[in-house]
Every structure is written in C-alpha cells, then in structure tokens.
C-alpha cells in the first residue's frame, strides 16, 4: 500500500491550491481527479475553432485570493467593457457604462432612463456602507438582497432592470433571495478592477495552479476517481484504479453535489445555469454584457465574447454566449432562447449557428442570510473539507478554501476529540 503524508480528492480550484500550499511546506501529496484533466468546473474546449468554455465564467482579477495564487499576469486576462447594454421594457435598448473607464458613454447613461435620482440615492445608501467600512457592515445582521435593496429604497428601473437581472446571472437566483451581505460584498469587488477572461478561456487558471503544485512536487493524477475513504489504524485509505492509498491526512476537495457517499456532512443545496454558445458570420450588434430588463425569455445575460477575445473565434466568426437559469423541470429550449435573442440582438441572430449547450446543474452552491462565515476545514481526525460550499460560491471563495484547507492540515495543536 502506498503511504503519502497528504491525499486531496479533487483537482478544482480549491484542490489544486490546497495541493500547491502543502507542496510548498514540505509535504508529500498526491491529487486525485475523477476526471480526465485538472480544473473541476473551469473547464474550457476547442469545438470548431471555437474556444468554448463549460458555462460562462467571468474572472475578477481583483480578488485577494487570485492575485495570491497565480501571477495573474501571465493568465492573459482580457477585460471585458464594464457596461452594459439594457433592453428596456418598452423594447429600446439602453446602455449604462462606467463613466471612468467609458467617459465617451456618459451622455448615453445619462439619458438611459436607468439612473434616476432616487434610485441614485438609493444605490449609494445600500453600497456605501459596503464601501466604506465593508468589516462592519458584514457584522450587521444579514437578510435576502430583495430585503437590502427595498429598505435602502431602491425599488426603480435601476434594480428591476439592472441590478436584479445582472445578479441573477452572478448568483444564479432570480428569486432576490440571496444574502444581502454577500451581494454587496460581491458588487464592492467589481468596483476597483474590470472582471474578463484568460485568452485561453477559465482554464488557464486551474492550469497556472496545477503547474504551481507540480513544480513545488505534487503528484496530479486525472482519471483516478475515488471509489472509497475509510478510517484505520490511525490514518486514512483511499481506494483509487491505482490501488489503495494510505495517508495521514486527507484533503476532501469536490463539488458540492459530490460529497455524499465521501464523507458525512449536510450537502449544501446548489443552484443551476445553462449557457448556450453560438456561432456568428457577423459582428453582433454590441459587445456589451446584454441584459434583458423586460425579463422576456429565459435568457439572464448575452455577450459576445469575441468582440474582447478575438482569438476565441476562427478568423471572420465571431463567438456569443447566452446563459438562462437552470431547471430540470423547466430547461430553456433552443426556440425560446432564439426568440429572445432576435429581441436582443435584431433578426440576425437567426442565422447563428448553434456550437454546444452546457447545462451545469450544479454551477454555484446557494447562499442564502444570513451570510455564513467560512466553515471550518478540519471535520474530523487527518480529515479536512475544501471548496466554495465551505467559504462563498465564487473563484475567490474556493482559493480561500483550499488555503485554510493546507493551513488545517499543518496546524499543530490538540489532537482531534
């Protein structure tokens, strides 16, 4: 039996930087993915010269946790325009830009119709204390984001046709019921960088990570799933194809949805997206985050993505994505998300051609008020939990994880009760 000081099930994000702190500090440690190549949800692919990522992932390179990782510099990261265009609902189309980084849109968002002055009031009432003095305002007590924005009274188009369609893309919940803490703590983190995308799609990230494990000497091992974790003699076996490993420690590293049958924790509930990505033989006609005030279709946001990234379409094409929540019982189909489209993008977007649908039933894990802290990584003796569903259901959240999750496992003190 093969004996390591630590085993991470799990080769995402919070695995991988988990892998890469304890690599660091001396330990031995072995990765085990059940898939066939690192990154977990952050997966990217070439389909017809396309570069299509599984879902459509935004990476904010302002995050502490990020910046800490990886030299976000070499990941290529190009920013994507921070504006957005607004079907409104009596169907013109409005654009609302940040007036920093786009001064030549400032007339167009000042006559969108969007930003009146109570609504302003408003926003600045429920982001500045977030801004200002964002310790404190977490401490307050929580409440649902449709709570935070009715007692800061912003209740006009600002929020039913911007904020609330924006976030529901963000957080998969169309329903306002999201903590409101964690809402604004998530609009405070978009204010000093511009959110994008590595030129080589989300996986650059998982990439950049696993190569920082490799080199400090973790051992990553795609196509080994686990098929068993149990408790003996004082260390921990895991069975994997390559036979049974034996550990002092054991990082468990997955999705939410993955952790029953590993190890005995409530599996936190997890929300759903599904993005549809088309192909396109002329510039769609913005390239601006597309939301849809009117809320008529399933569609939560569009974007053409090449219209930042060229490379991610063949010479002459050009790549759109179309996320819509996800429902088993109610899957957007091809029909009505065309038909938003034409409302969206005009009748040229019947021509697209269809390149894939991802359906991620399990894209984020739900978070509810009021705003938990980080949940603790060590659950058992030489057992330990990494993953956003232990800290926020973002990239910042699962880095954050997987570092407490190696600071667990090296912390000296007494021994588990």
Sequence with gaps: MQTHDVVVIGAGLAGLRCAASLAEQGREVVVLEAADRVGGRQQTDRVD??????????????????????????????????????????GS??????????????????????????????????????????HATVARPDRTVAQGWDAAGLTGPLRTEVLSPFFTGVVADSSESTSDAYVRLLARSFLPAAAGLPRD???ALPRALAARARAAGADIRVAHPVSG?????????????????AARDVVVAVGAEALDGLVDVPVPATRGLQTWWFAADDAPSSRFLTLDGARQGPIVNALAISATIPEAAPPGRHLVQATCLWDPGQA?????????????????????????????????????PPLRRASPARIGPGLHLAGDHRDSPSIQGALQSGSRAARSVVAKGLPWM
């Excluded at 974790?229 to 490993?245: F, I, K, M, N």
């Excluded at 029909?335 to 409302?343: C, F, N, Y």
């Excluded at 991802?358 to 978070?367: F, Y």
């Design 49 to 90: 010269g396309f570069t299509l990522d599984r879902g459509f992932h935004v990476l904010n390179t302002a995050y502490p946790a990020v910046r800490a990782a990886v030299d976000v510099s070499r990941l290529s990261v190009a920013a994507f325009p921070t504006a957005v265009r607004v079907r409104r609902p009596d």
């Design 93 to 134: 189309m409005a654009t609302l830009a940040h007036p920093l980084r786009h001064p030549r849109l400032l007339p167009a968002t000042l006559t969108s119709g969007l930003l009146t002055p109570r609504d302003l009031a408003a926003l600045a009432r429920w982001l500045g204390p977030i801004a200002l003095r964002p």
């Design 201 to 203: 799609g989300i996986s």
């Design 229 to 245: 974790l149990r408790r003996r003699d004082a260390r921990w076996e895991v069975d994997a194809p390559s036979g049974t490993l």
């Design 332 to 368: 957007a189909g091809e029909s009505g998300v065309r038909a938003q489209l034409a409302r969206l993008y005009g009748p040229a977007s019947a021509s697209w051609q269809l390149l894939r649908r991802d359906d991620i039933p399990h894209a984020l894990p739900a978070l509810p």
